[in-house]
């Protein structure tokens, strides 16, 4: 069984859903705490086993690149000023010379199609894609579970969570056959069905194991849903010959995507360092004091008015 090497990163959207911050930051700079949401998802690969990180950017991304990189002046001036702590932690993220490399989306066409740029830097071995929006939080990281369960199945594994029955509509829902090991055998894969179509309220969660044979399919692939290139599509085809896993991540997710779930992860990753969290905690309860009596007084006023 070839092992997994390489992760994939695709990291040329726009962010428009957080414009005007991401009109000069990418998104995934946004920061979760103190360090930048792309971050947590690389230290995810690298506890997997990753040897090789693969970005797929876009026009503007280049402060990405520049993140992974060293930084001398900022490196000499830490030095200089004795910061021994700074500087063990900027060398422990930082990625080893000729593990981190970078190409090009040129145009918005989907998920599919940033896949299939990383095709050439991949090769043809099985590869991991993280997608950066999410962020998962759990003790041992989710694709390190896949991992293993990769090896024991091999093939093709997917993480996957469960969503409320009645909302199967907004994603793409697998099918659950035999257990395998800490996952099961895929039997299906539906793009956001109705609740009653759904053959099951298992719903793919943004981790993925692919074998190289995708790279063939994408490369013939239709514009599908919103006129891109869909990852689901392809993985559809890829089904026909090839085993599909599903490993239930049991962690929390959060979709930095979004403000909602970008102002989740910020409390609940602070929540979780011992350093901060008892001082945070304090502050939210004392802010929620604070913000609910105004809101009663503002139902008050309305219903006066009425």
Request: with cysteine; net charge negative.
């Amino acid at each position: 069984m070839r092992k997994v090497r390489k992760a994939v990163f695709p990291v040329a959207g726009l962010g428009t859903r957080f414009l005007p911050a991401t009109k000069a930051i990418p998104k995934e700079m946004l920061t979760v705490v103190d360090r930048p949401v792309i971050q947590y998802v690389v230290d995810e690969a690298r506890q997997a086993g990753i040897e090789h990180l693969i970005f797929v950017t876009g026009r503007n991304k280049g402060v990405i690149e520049d993140y992974f990189d060293i930084q001398v002046e900022l490196v000499n001036t830490l030095t200089e000023r004795g910061k021994k702590t700074e500087l063990s932690l900027l060398d422990e993220l930082q990625p080893t010379a000729g593990t981190a490399s970078f190409t090009r989306q040129q145009a918005p066409l989907g998920l599919g199609h940033a896949v299939w740029c990383a095709r050439d830097l991949v090769g043809p071995e099985p590869f991991a894609l993280l997608l950066p929006d999410m962020i998962m939080q759990s003790e041992e990281g989710c694709l390190k579970k896949m991992v293993e369960l990769y090896e024991q199945t091999g093939g093709n594994v997917i993480s996957v969570e469960q969503c409320d029955p009645k909302e199967t509509n907004k994603y793409g829902i697998v099918g659950q056959g035999e257990t395998r090991g800490s996952g099961f055998r895929i039997d299906g894969m539906v793009e956001k069905p109705k609740p009653e179509d759904a053959p099951s309220n298992y719903f793919i969660s943004g981790r993925y194991i692919l074998q190289p044979e995708i790279f063939d399919i994408l490369s013939t692939q239709e514009k599908g849903a919103g006129n891109e290139i869909q990852l689901t599509d392809g993985m559809l085809k890829l089904a026909q010959n090839q085993d599909f896993f599903a490993y239930p991540f049991e962690g929390r997710t959060f979709d930095c995507g979004s403000k909602e779930g970008f102002i989740q992860a910020n409390v609940a990753f602070a929540l979780w360092r011992r350093d901060i969290r008892g001082k945070v905690f304090d502050d939210l309860k004392e802010l929620m004091e604070t913000v609910e009596p105004a809101e009663r007084r503002a139902e008050t006023r309305s219903a006066a008015a009425e």
